[in-house]
């Protein structure tokens, strides 16, 4: 099995001094988006407790600059497998709950049809974060639907790789035959709902108690954004 290469993330950008930037994720005020109460935050994890894998001073900004976005190939599927094990283990970003290896993601990846991509967002030569576009529903008539992950590597959040990724996805969408995208998340994933409001997500709705994560009940919200 390949190990995956992960890079030092560059030192904090002008968003880590934000008020609220420096709370541990999961633990911010999400109180609205798109005008629904979103509740109040039922996990509440340090979800860089772990330091992921940097946190080294660099110059500020450098990521923006050195990231690029390119279609995933089986050789990214290691680095695609530990960002989202940690997504998986933050408890913030899914219902998912069993954590992947880098063979099942490869078979993951080798599954996936080509109209549901998924793209990696590479600096200084290895893998920072990936999206993809995922089937919404089989039926025909969900053609032009899309779902959408989107998972940066820790150390690498909030430098604004989440924004190019899920711009990319956007900017593909209907080139790859869909009018809209969709996505399903927890109300209080700050990082997130600051991420879908800035890229013009609508709040659908709110699936209340939907999910039952480590014996806790907790929400799901939908929105959707329609493509050009
Ligand atoms: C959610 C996630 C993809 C966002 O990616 P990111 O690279 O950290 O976010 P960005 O730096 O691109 O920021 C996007 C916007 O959200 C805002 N934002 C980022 N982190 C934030 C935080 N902790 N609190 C409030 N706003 C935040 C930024 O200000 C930015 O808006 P701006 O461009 O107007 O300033 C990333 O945090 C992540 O991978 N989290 C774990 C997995 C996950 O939750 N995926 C989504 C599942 S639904």
């Known amino acids: 099995m390949s190990t995956s290469r992960i890079p030092d993330a560059p030192g904090r950008s002008p968003m880590d001094a934000a008020p609220n930037r420096g709370a541990p994720q999961g633990t911010r005020d999400a109180t609205s988006v798109g005008g629904l109460d979103r509740g109040a935050p039922r996990v509440s994890r340090d979800a860089t407790s772990d330091g992921g894998l940097g946190g080294r001073p660099e110059p500020p900004n450098k990521a923006i600059d050195l990231v690029s976005i390119r279609g995933a190939g089986s050789d990214d599927a290691a680095s695609i497998c530990t960002i989202y094990n940690q997504g998986i283990d933050d408890r913030l970003a ?14 993951w990846l080798a599954a996936r049809g080509p109209r549901h991509p998924v793209f990696v967002a590479e600096a200084n030569g290895a893998i920072v974060g990936w999206a993809s576009l995922n089937v919404f529903n089989p039926r025909p008539a969900y053609d032009h639907v899309a779902d959408l992950s989107v998972y940066v590597e820790r150390a690498w959040r ?64 939908i929105m959707e954004r329609l493509l050009a």
């Open 94 to 107: 899914t219902l998912e709950t069993e954590r992947r290896t880098a063979d099942e993601r490869r078979a």
């Open 158 to 221: 909030g430098r604004g790789i989440g924004r190019r990724l899920l711009s990319h996805l956007v900017d593909v969408g209907p080139g790859f035959g869909y009018h809209k995208l969709v996505l399903t998340a927890f109300p209080f994933n700050a990082p997130g709902m600051a991420l879908y409001e800035r890229l013009g997500f609508r709040a659908v709705g709110i699936y209340r108690e939907q999910g039952l994560l480590d014996g806790r009940w907790v929400d799901v919200i």
